[in-house]
T-cell receptor
Framework: ETGVTQTPRHLVMGMTNKKSLKCEQHLGHNAMYWYKQSAKKPLELMFVYSLEERVENNSVPSRFSPECPNSSHLFLHLHTLQPEDSALYLC????????????FGQGTRLTVV | GIQVEQSPPDLILQEGANSTLRCNFSDSVNNLQWFHQNPWGQLINLFYIPSGTKQNGRLSATTVATERYSLLYISSSQTTDSGVYFCAVLYGAGSYQLTFGKGTKLSVIP
């Protein structure tokens, strides 16, 4: 395993479901990120973690809940989502926050029905 | 905040042709990356290039930080080059948010 790995690759969930997205990085990095890519919009930063501490929450609704149990793993817990939350969710990592190269996972394509 | 503009928005090339993609940004940046997003959604790192010129095979990139632009050159294009190319910048003291442009969608036809 190398780089940044995300699971699942595809997810379909109902508005009342609870699900989690998982991200794992094998690069020895200290910072991890969640980004959202909606159709026709630029990638948007959602959350940033540095050494397992959250350093940024970009006005993301509380139905998205991140968790970083250690510097190699990042989760995004989802509950009571809306159809407009359907998007590609991308995880990234970098050596440290700021001024270092970011590497992205393959993404989870989420559809909320 | 900073504005990142990419051009052209769409580009269709015959296989074997060369192309230049441009990224303009409205303020000084600490970091600039070029990515290729493949049809399955993955962002693949092409260059980490806050300034200067780098080359990797058929691809090369140049960032002129003082003039606030970066160029990505693709030579002898192949169908596997198809996808969306993004420029992303990091700016401001203590910043950790990459700001992405809207991308250039490249289609290489046989």
């Amino acid at each position: 395993e190398t780089g940044v790995t995300q699971t699942p690759r595809h997810l379909v969930m109902g508005m009342t479901n609870k699900k989690s997205l998982k991200c794992e990085q094998h690069l020895g990095h200290n910072a991890m990120y969640w980004y959202k890519q909606s159709a026709k919009k630029p990638l948007e930063l959602m959350f940033v973690y540095s050494l397992e501490e959250r350093v940024e929450n970009n006005s993301v609704p509380s139905r998205f809940s991140p968790e970083c149990p250690n510097s190699s793993h990042l989760f995004l817990h989802l509950h009571t989502l809306q159809p407009e939350d359907s998007a590609l969710y991308l995880c990234a990592s970098s050596q440290d926050v700021g001024n270092t190269e970011a590497f992205f996972g393959q993404g989870t394509r989420l559809t909320v029905v | 905040g900073i504005q990142v503009e990419q051009s052209p928005p769409d580009l269709i090339l015959q296989e074997g042709a060369n192309s230049t993609l441009r990224c303009n940004f409205s303020d000084s940046v600490n970091n600039l990356q070029w990515f290729h997003q493949n049809p399955w959604g993955q962002l693949i790192n092409l260059f980490y290039i806050p300034s200067g010129t780098k080359q990797n095979g058929r691809l090369s990139a140049t960032t002129v930080a003082t003039e606030r632009y970066s160029l990505l050159y693709i030579s002898s294009s192949q169908t596997t080059d198809s996808g969306v190319y993004f420029c992303a910048v990091l700016y401001g003291a203590g910043s950790y948010q990459l700001t992405f442009g809207k991308g250039t969608k490249l289609s290489v036809i046989p």
